[in-house]
């Protein structure tokens, strides 16, 4: 029975007769102070009974006066605590028990695991001035926390959510932090990360030999002036570690990217406050807004000219990817710092980030100087999340800290499901009966690390929710390393082709069903025809999908190595026009960024289809015409030539347009780029300004 039902079975009730009813809450409802609310509502109305955690949610039994109970779970979803989030909400009628006071209970782990985990939260107001108030106990203490903040999802190790199944449980709190814990009245009430500096983890800073320099509050001011000097810092923070360096130090910057062996990806920054942003970044109200955040995640805003910032931070780009501090760990050192620094994922580039200090030691040891480390075990690495404002709505980039791991609200399937992702920008999910969800960002499968990473994610997930699937779904590419991995399983397969499920996850995000006719425009993906997809527009209904449309196909000399040579797309793009003729262009772009004798290869090989791959992929489509205006030749991080392309737009031209056609004589119909790119190529020989093409 719903909280609105049981608003009418009482409308011809006494109000003061003696009822009991039980109140099961499913959603994010532990770790956001759930418990203590429902404490203190009870106890304001003066309702006996009694609340506990379960591994499905909360489940609350209230017994007093009908009309009390019927304001309680009135008041329940429209006073909880802000980050909480009940999904389902059910309420059933019970005989008096003769409860005389409301208490609450120890956690019941019997049951199907079905709780949503929550996902790390920034650091509150209430905290940060505690850690900031001499007279506070919690004086610069760097892993204060509370029911509105700190960590969750990377420090839980099962359901229910209690400390003792999270690395927590190594850290006994002392008599002060236990009483806190134990006081409805206190906002620590059941948190479950609760310590202070007495019986919580600390910090030390080590040298890359594994040597103590400093421990807790002394290796903070030391941990920032070796940053101040242009040394490189590895941070062990929520999710993992973190590269910081000064932003401002052009040596410092270069020095980073040459042995995390990146050579213009941007890298993020994180900066001391909001006025710290906005002195170097053009932030609307909602970017400010989703920065100040309890999930913080890196915002892409555009960059101010003539800001502090090295150019190497993101070179040739007009945005830059900005957070503010979202643990008290880095609110300390930020304010000792009171400078942006470079904050990036502790790792090599394709591989997935640090969550132990040993193990940075040996993995990081090459590029920081310097580790400040802590003793709180990481239970999973969550990286930091990524978003974008577009047209006055959240664009989440990367799903990670403060998002994962996130509930999916579409139909769950019926039998238990893991769905193992892609091979770029890789997640897994899990889901069957009455949940689903998506994992964080795990990163693109081009290591053996990263492959490590991702079954290990799968296991942890499936070991908090006590999970075995029955089923796996995968990506329909044979030879991707997440298909393999679901082979070697051993369950039944449901492959998946690429674009497809790109429109199932909008239908997902959108909370829609079908029909609908999804537009996607990729990069690469595996086609049934064996031919590489990514220019689609798929009917998709309840039975599947119909490819009722695609781009025009070309050529990709070197298959996946024109992935990283978008002048390799253009070469393809300029054949399927101008056939063998294109040997007499001399003067292209693409020509003149590969040399005669690679030039003449490409040309046999197009020619004679060796190694040559047919595609629709709009992402080539976009490198190919980056190329030739001369914008990028060479991607140098993945979707570079496109975001250049972005980039070079006049914005005061936007109203033009190239010709295009809709070849519609068969089906699927063909979207011909032909005309486009000779309009192209006429404005480029009458020299029209790039930013106009």
């Known amino acids: 029975m719903t909280a609105e039902s049981a608003d009418k079975r009482h409308t011809d009730d006494n109000p003061r007769a003696i009822r009991r009813a039980r109140v099961t809450a499913q959603g994010i409802v532990q770790g956001v102070g759930f418990r203590p609310f429902v404490y203190r509502l009870a106890t304001e109305l003066n309702l006996a009974g009694w609340v506990n955690n379960s591994t499905a949610g909360v489940t609350i039994e209230l017994e007093g006066p009908a009309g009390g109970i019927d304001t309680f779970i009135r008041r329940l979803n429209a006073e909880k605590p802000a980050p909480a989030l009940i999904k389902s909400q059910q309420v059933a009628w019970l005989e008096p028990a003769g409860y005389s006071v409301f208490t609450v209970r120890e956690s019941d782990p019997s049951g199907e695991k079905t709780a949503l985990v929550l996902p790390d939260i920034a650091t509150c107001p209430d905290c940060l001035r505690e850690i900031t108030d001499p007279a506070d106990r919690r004086f610069r203490y760097p892993f204060t926390n509370c029911t509105n903040c700190g960590p969750r999802y990377s420090i839980i190790e099962s359901l229910p959510y209690d400390r003792a199944n999270t690395t927590m449980k190594i850290f006994p709190m002392c008599p002060h932090c236990r009483r806190e814990y134990e006081d409805p009245a206190n906002r620590r009430f059941h948190a479950q990360p609760n ?262 994610t799968a296991d942890s997930l499936a070991h908090i929710y006590d999970f075995r699937p029955e089923i796996i779904a995968c990506d329909l590419h044979p030879d991707y390393l997440s298909t393999r991995y679901a082979q070697s399983l051993g369950l039944p397969i449901i492959p998946v082709q690429h674009h497809y499920a790109h429109v199932l996850a909008c239908l997902a995000d959108n909370e829609i069903d079908g029909p609908v006719l999804g537009v996607s425009w990729d990069g690469t993906g595996y086609g049934p025809d064996d031919s590489v997809w990514g220019g689609e527009f798929l009917r998709v209904d309840a039975d599947g999908f119909t490819r009722v449309g695609h781009f025009r196909t070309f050529k990709l000399p070197g298959g996946e190595k024109a992935i990283s040579e978008p002048c390799r797309s253009a070469m393809g793009l300029l054949y399927e026009i101008y056939g063998d003729s294109l040997s007499e262009m001399d003067s292209i772009h693409p020509r003149k960024a590969i040399d005669e004798h690679e030039a003449a290869i490409i040309q046999t090989m197009l020619k004679r289809n060796i190694n040559s791959p047919i595609t629709s992929s709009a992402g080539r489509l976009f490198d190919a015409v980056a190329s030739l205006i001369g914008v990028c030749h060479h991607n140098r991080f993945e979707g570079q030539a496109a975001m250049m392309l972005e980039w070079a737009i006049d914005r005061t031209a936007l109203d033009e347009k190239y010709p295009f056609r809709i070849m519609d004589q068969t089906r699927p119909f063909c979207f011909d780029w032909e005309d486009t790119i000779r309009a192209i190529m006429a404005d480029i020989n009458r020299t029209v300004p790039v930013g106009l093409i």
Request: include cysteine; charged fraction near 20%; aromatic fraction near 4%.
């Open 195 to 456: 310590a202070c500096p007495v019986c919580g983890p600390h910090i030390e800073l080590w040298d890359k030999a594994n040597g103590t320099i400093a421990e807790r509050d002394d290796a903070l001011p030391q941990a920032a002036a070796a940053i101040l000097e242009g040394k490189i810092l590895a941070l062990k923070g929520l999710g993992g570690f973190q590269l910081l360096a000064h932003a401002g130090n052009e040596d410092a910057v270069r020095e980073l990217r040459l042995h995390k062996a990146r050579e213009e990806k941007p890298f993020a920054l994180m900066v001391p406050n909001l006025e710290s942003a906005r002195q170097i970044c053009e932030l609307a109200g909602l970017e400010e807004q989703i920065l100040s955040s309890s999930e913080a995640p890196i915002v892409l805003v555009k960059r101010k000219h003539g800001d502090i910032i090295s150019p190497s931070v993101a070179p040739s780009n007009p945005y830059l990817g900005i957070m503010l501090p979202y643990t008290p760990l880095h609110h300390l050192l930020m304010a000792e710092l009171n400078i942006p620094v470079i904050a990036t994922s502790g790792n090599l580039t394709d591989e997935p980030i640090c969550i132990d200090e040993r193990e940075a030691i040996a993995r990081l040891g090459d590029i920081a100087d310097l580790f400040l480390v802590h003793n709180r075990p990481i239970a999973r690495q969550v990286d930091d999340s990524v978003v974008r404002v577009v047209l006055d709505d959240v664009q989440v980039v990367r799903n990670a800290r403060g998002y994962a791991p996130s509930p999916l609200s579409q139909p769950r399937p019926d039998r238990p499901t893991l769905a193992v992702g892609a091979h770029l920008k890789n997640s897994i999910a899990v889901g069957g009966g009455n949940f689903a969800f998506l994992s964080q960002h795990i990163g693109d499968l081009e290591t053996a690390r990263a492959y490590d990473s991702m079954v290990r």
